[in-house]
């Protein structure tokens, strides 16, 4: 996305330097021999905000995720972090992320204190500096006084935290994080995300994270959408939501939902979209249309809810299918079996 600046008056340099972004993502392709993961993305994070990346599975995600951590070179288009191109120049890019991959990195058998002290080695970080730093951010994350236990004592919470106390080690501006909440509990999820809210609030860290989960995606600042590699929808989540027109109205069909689309559509003139056993309907004041639709349709009509929209139907609503579907999910464990043969 271009940053608007005003068309009036040339920006200053104090306006400029406000308004750049510290994740510009432009044009970015990428390609696995025959297979499109990202389709020409472009979108921009900004300064201290906290930008999710949501997709199902298979939408490039992690494609994207690595190309920004440069661990892999896009095959067209840029990524620039904090002025730096992923592809032209990764050694400088590295020394402003820190990552927080989905595969633990930490090491179970040593302690807190220990994985961290060893992280700061591979930063160049010594001596008092070192014990200083690893200090604080124990202290951040919430863990001071457990320094001294082996991780592998800790909660999957807990040692979720010390890979972000990792990532942070060496003041980085950004932090990228692939997943991050994968295989814990709810309890421990939000508090994560608390932690996540805290480093944009109070360290101005801009953290980008990738997830599959709705109710994630509605705690960031900001949200890029994923599909089949390309960008669906891009904004804060109240805008996203706010772009569909009044209600989501879900018919369940008794026999056909194609016809019963149909039929509702030469009726009330309505866009009525057929997913699966159901028809989705989006209108202003579905509750009064609930009880015509019932009336026409005596017989055709199983099951029938009105909902204010979500995420997901945000979802629907820019690629015309469901958020999870089965057949993706099947064609996505298709190709994770091919990767692994690939790999042997
Ligand atoms: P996500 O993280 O959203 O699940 P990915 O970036 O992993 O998406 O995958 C995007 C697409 O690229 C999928 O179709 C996936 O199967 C394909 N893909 C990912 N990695 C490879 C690879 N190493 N070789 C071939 N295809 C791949």
């Not at 271009?2 to 330097?17: D, N, R």
């Not at 892999?72 to 820190?98: E, F, K, N, W, Y």
């Not at 080695?121 to 001071?144: D, F, P």
């Not at 929209?309 to 993706?328: M, N, Q």
């Amino acid at each position: 996305m271009v940053s608007k600046v005003s068309a009036l008056a040339e920006p200053g340099p104090e306006l400029e330097q406000a308004a750049a972004p510290v994740i510009s993502v432009q044009n970015l392709v990428h390609r696995y021999e025959t297979r499109t993961a990202l389709n020409g993305v472009s979108f921009d994070v900004r300064p201290a905000e906290l930008f999710g990346l949501l997709g199902p599975n298979g939408s490039g995600k992690t494609t994207l995720f690595r190309i920004l951590s440069t661990l892999m070179i896009p095959t067209g288009g840029r990524a620039v972090v904090m002025g730096c191109d992923a592809a032209q120049d990764p050694a400088s890019l590295r020394r402003q992320i820190g990552v927080v991959f989905q595969a633990q990195s930490v090491d179970a058998k040593l302690t807190a204190y220990e994985n961290l002290w060893h992280q700061g080695h591979l930063y160049g970080l010594r001596g008092s500096t070192l014990k200083q730093r690893v200090g604080e951010i124990l202290a951040r994350v919430g863990l001071a006084d457990r320094a001294k236990e082996r991780v592998e004592t800790f909660s999957g919470g807990m040692q979720r935290r010390i890979e972000l106390a990792k990532g942070l080690l060496h003041h980085p501006g950004v932090l990228l994080l692939d997943e991050p909440t994968t295989g814990l509990d709810p309890g421990a999820r939000r508090d994560l995300w608390q932690y996540l809210q805290m480093l944009r609030d109070e360290e101005h860290v801009s953290v980008l994270v990738t997830t599959h989960l709705m109710e994630e995606a509605e705690r960031c600042d900001r949200l890029a959408i994923m599909n089949e590699g390309n960008l669906v929808a891009l904004g804060t989540p109240t805008e996203l939501k706010s772009e569909i027109g009044g209600d989501v109205i879900l018919l369940d069909a008794a026999h056909d939902a194609g016809l019963l689309a149909e039929h509702i559509q030469a009726r009330f003139h309505v866009e009525a979209t057929v997913m699966g056993n159901q028809v989705r309907i989006e209108r202003e004041g579905g509750h009064r249309f609930v009880p015509d639709v019932v009336e026409a349709f005596p017989g055709e009509i199983q099951a029938i809810s009105v909902s204010k929209p979500a995420l997901e139907d945000v979802f629907i609503h820019r690629t015309g299918h469901k958020f999870w579907s089965e057949e993706r999910e099947a064609n996505s464990a298709d190709e994770k079996k091919d990767k692994k043969k690939k790999r042997r």
